[in-house]
């Protein structure tokens, strides 16, 4: 991805929370977008920061510093079905740039 | 039920041989996206359009080539001159002044031997 920053892959334990941090670099910002993408499958919005500060959405949270490039995203109670890629994009214009995602596994 | 449509989910050509990609959205959006995936990657944009009859190039557009002759459809064409063809491909859209977020299609997968 273009001047987007996020770990390749992480492993936590079910049942576990998780951070995923996210970096990013732009001249134009309008947002931060998390997806989540299991193997072979298109991705799936899970969130969209525009002001800085965690918004919440039952067991996944997402957090942003505009001021700062930084975002992560917080899973808690960790499931086997969150076993997947995690993505982190910024929308800019009418454009949106990922970066290349974290790949989850969760262990039993 | 409103949703994008991609077919067919796998496709295999021969090298040389140019292949159309089909994107078909009835989500009324009015842009409209094309993604590229490799193992172990990102996405990354190909072409985009706003609007009818106009549309945009992305970062790697080099060996590809669109239309949008209608809203709800947004074609891609691998042509030979790509390089390295085989990947994932994702379609993608969005409402204009509306949520933020794209919605993608199924993804199809182009395997060029």
């Known amino acids: 991805g273009q001047n987007i920053d996020q770990p390749t892959e992480m492993t936590a334990t079910e049942g576990a929370i998780v951070q995923i941090n996210c970096t990013y670099q732009t001249s134009g910002f309008n947002g931060l977008f998390w997806y989540q993408q299991h193997a072979g499958e298109a991705p799936t919005f899970l969130s969209y920061?525009?002001?800085?500060g965690l918004e919440e959405k039952g067991r996944f949270s997402s957090f942003l510093s505009r001021s700062k490039g930084y975002s992560y995203l917080l899973l808690k109670e960790l499931q086997m079905k969150d076993s997947a890629s995690y993505l982190c994009?910024?929308?800019?214009?009418?454009?949106?740039?990922f970066g290349k995602g974290t790949r989850l596994h969760i262990l039993p | 039920d409103g949703g994008i449509t991609q077919s067919p989910k796998y496709l295999f050509r021969k090298e040389g041989q140019n292949v159309t990609l089909s994107c078909e959205q009835n989500?009324?959006?009015?842009?409209m996206y094309w993604y590229r995936q490799d193992p172990g990657q990102g996405l990354r944009l190909i072409y985009y359009?706003?609007?009818?009859?106009?549309?945009q190039k992305g970062d790697i557009a080099e060996g590809y080539s669109v239309s949008r002759e209608k809203k709800e459809s947004f074609p891609l064409t691998v042509t030979s001159a790509q390089k390295n063809p085989t990947a994932f491909y994702l379609c993608a859209s969005k409402s204009r002044g509306g949520p933020a977020e794209q919605y993608f299609g199924p993804g199809t997968r182009l395997t060029v031997t």
């Open positions: 994009a910024y929308n800019r214009d009418d454009k949106i740039i």
């Open positions: 989500l009324n959006h009015d842009a």
């Open positions: 359009s706003q609007i009818v009859n106009d549309f």
């Open positions: 920061n525009v002001l800085d």
